[in-house]
């Protein structure tokens, strides 16, 4: 059986997409999503497996293929649906999982034939049993069979060229410790927080394509004796890494050492809000402690911080945008992420917005964090986007940039690892990036170039000294690459009150027939078109 794997593209920017970085280096994109190619992994070997990427490959609508599958974030729940919507009109039955079908799965079964609610590791064989036989199911509920995570096979690498990213994913852990209102995290994978072997995590990063990558997990350090663990193995490792953990590691000394030598090179931080009371109403309690410290210790030690910041909170102002930008300053923060508040399914926060009519999303892509679709108090939509932006140009200004790194490369060792490339790349992505900031137009990014690059020295490598002028230049493009949007037309999303209970309480594929009405009727197996694909190329017609 074939089966294709499409990993939908995002109709418009987003922080993370890096394009300018990945173009530089001569990659098609900046990061693969770690979960298909550890879906094709799942699959049993008889199987033929093709991964496809729809940011710059072509579907094959027409190609023959038996099933395909679909994955993707709710912003990416538009595509993903147009995807197998077309798939489904040539007679291909299409499987979809991932946040979205496991947060929304009735709006999902609308444009697929089952659904995989939660993790795929103790449902996804079963599910292909099923399909061979005609009788796949509508719904398979991995959020009633979660993995211990102790017999996760590692991502099928092989079936992605290494050329085409930058950054390869590695998951070490699943869930978080702590259960903020705007995330969904406890709801797509429980309440318990699960660790993987060691030895296993080791492995996967040794079969890697590339030197750089990022931890895909919520909060690396939600168990603090695996995380030493697994940091003392990886030390000396000639790899960089980034992650996503809570402040807290600001204040363990010893952690940030050990992660400092396994070759940490940034850590992905939530600090969402200054206003004391908002981080209350958030949930997040350990943000009570001290940021400016935090960044501090982390930085000191080497390590860059991106800083992640929510606006449009009821605690927010419009002097908020300019008090984040002058603490950024002031605390010399690397990075910065900036998001708007809204509430997406499996949030605490959607059913409470809901409940006092102010939720206001006109579109799914709408919830990419760069949208105003909860209503504020005092400020109107346009007021808090038009604040997003500015406060994106202000801290990703040359100047801005040039006064925190200078400041941050004075002090602690910045001693980090860039990525494995041969000779002949390294000399043409040296020249293309020294020209990208010496090139005339613009002396504010030549004063950014040179003040990094007279940092080099017996404390700063030249492989700092490179990530710096990478990330900064892919960061400010972005920032600067960001225009108002059309007020939004039509009517707001309707959202069902399934939404709005955790997932574990959800009934859903344990009473029945889903009751969903689909404009093409679902194919619970092979269609007579891939069954004759599947002869054909078994008899190699």
Known sequence: MKIKLITPRFGGRHFWDLAGLAELLGRRANNLQLALPTVAALTPPEHEVVLVDDRFEDLGLDEPVDLVGVTGMTCYAPRAFAIADAFRARGVPVVMGGPHATLAPYETLEHVDAVVIGEAEN?????????????MKEVYRGVDARSDLTCRPPPRWGLVPATDYVFFGVEATRGCPFDCSFCSIKQIYGPAYRT???DDV????AAAPGNQLFFTDDNLIGNKRFAKDLFTALDGADISWGCQMSINVGFMPDMLQRMKRAGCFFIFVGFETLDDDAVEAMGKKVNRLDYRQAIANIQGAGIHVVGSFIVGTDHDDPTTFARIADFVQLSRLSFVMVNILNSPPGTRLLADMEEQGRNRVYGYEELDGAHATVTHPTMSRDEIEAGFRWLYREVYGWDAMRERFTASLAEGTWQQNS???????????GAALVWSYLRPGDPARRRFFWAIVRRLGRRVNLDTVVNILLMARAFHDFAHALEPRPAPAGDPIVFR???????DEQVIGRDGD????????????PSDRTARATRDRATGR
């Open 123 to 135: 449902v996804w064989p079963q599910l292909l049993e099923d399909f061979e036989a005609g009788r």
């Open 196 to 198: 993987r072997p060691v």
């Open 202 to 205: 080791l492995a996967e990063i």
């Open 419 to 429: 990525m494995t490339l041969s000779a002949r790349e390294t000399v043409r992505i």
């Open 497 to 503: 009150p399934e939404y709005m209970v955790p997932v």
């Open 514 to 525: 889903t009751g969903v009405v689909r404009a093409i009727p679902r194919m619970p197996g």
